[in-house]
């Protein structure tokens, strides 16, 4: 129903996007996808039919075809297509549109939001006037990664105890706690909690935690392990029914029926 491929972002954006991804739909489709949730923040670019979004049962018509994303960290966001979809899906990484925008993510925090509230509407319009110009979806991504490059030249100066953090959470797969964390990179735990929810748009506590459910659901996808026990253990929880609560809480399946619906496509996409 729908395919997802994904291109590496150009290397001057490495520091600032962690993945490009283009999802298309072959003719028209009506269906309600359920949203895993994510510590990141994403623009997107619908070519044809726009989304419509819903967060918490309220709907979100988005009235531009560039939108903003933030965080989300609820277990009740979907998105309904109703027609036929081509979208460039830019995941930055966890402080790349913190430093790229000079806004905080917090504010977009299972929200979305029209390019144009973030930069100047004048150069959010001619984006989307140029980009409307072809139908190729590598010249469109070319175009989105030129305003993100020119973006970058403006960029504010990344904070080093803060993607200090951020390397130690990924080297334990999100199996960390915030005390230790700051421990390690010598920052008290307030003054983490305060800058990195401004950077990152999340608390550590939260990032980590859906950092870890990422990790468990790579692990499902490569069948690595012969059961759901094992990657219980794997990731460290002290006992399967807490990992089946923990995952249930995050995505609204227990692991069994995440890994057989077909109502989510996060098996695609987070280990793409």
């Known amino acids: 129903m729908i395919t997802i491929t994904h291109k ?13 991804s283009i999802f298309k739909s072959n003719g028209k489709i009506k269906y309600r996808q359920k949203l895993t949730p994510s510590a990141f923040t994403y623009l997107s670019y619908n070519q044809q039919d726009i989304p419509v979004s819903i967060f918490d049962c309220k709907k979100n018509q988005p009235n531009s075809r560039l939108q903003i994303s933030g965080p989300k960290t609820m277990d009740n966001i979907f998105v309904e297509y109703n027609g036929r979809l081509s979208q460039i899906l830019i ?14 993510p917090a504010q977009l925090a299972n929200k ?29 991504i070319l175009l989105l990664e030129e305003f993100l490059i020119n973006m970058s ?28 964390i700051s421990e390690q990179i010598c920052i008290s735990e307030r003054q983490l909690n305060r800058k990195f929810h401004q950077v990152v748009g999340i608390s550590p506590k939260c990032y980590a935690k859906l ?20 990657i219980a253990y794997e990731t460290e929880f002290y006992d399967p029914a807490h990992f089946s ?28």
């Open 211 to 230: 950092f870890q459910l990422h990790y468990v659901i790579q692990l499902m996808h490569f069948n690595k392990y012969s059961s759901l026990q094992e």
């Open 153 to 180: 030249s403006n960029a504010l100066p990344f904070i080093d105890y803060i993607e200090n953090a951020l390397e130690i959470i990924d080297k334990h797969h999100g199996n960390i706690t915030v005390n230790k």
């Open 8 to 20: 590496e972002p150009n290397k001057k954006l490495s520091k600032y996007v962690r993945k490009i």
């Open 91 to 104: 995941e930055f990484s966890a402080s790349g549109f913190y430093h790229l925008f000079h806004h905080t």
């Open 112 to 140: 979305l939001s029209d390019l144009h509230n973030h930069i100047s509407p004048q150069i959010s319009i001619r984006l989307e006037q140029e980009l409307n110009k072809t139908n190729n979806v590598e010249e469109e």
């Open 245 to 272: 609560h923990r995952f249930k809480e995050l995505t609204g399946f227990t692991p069994h029926e995440f890994i057989k619906s077909d109502k989510h496509i996060a098996l695609d996409y987070f280990t793409g």
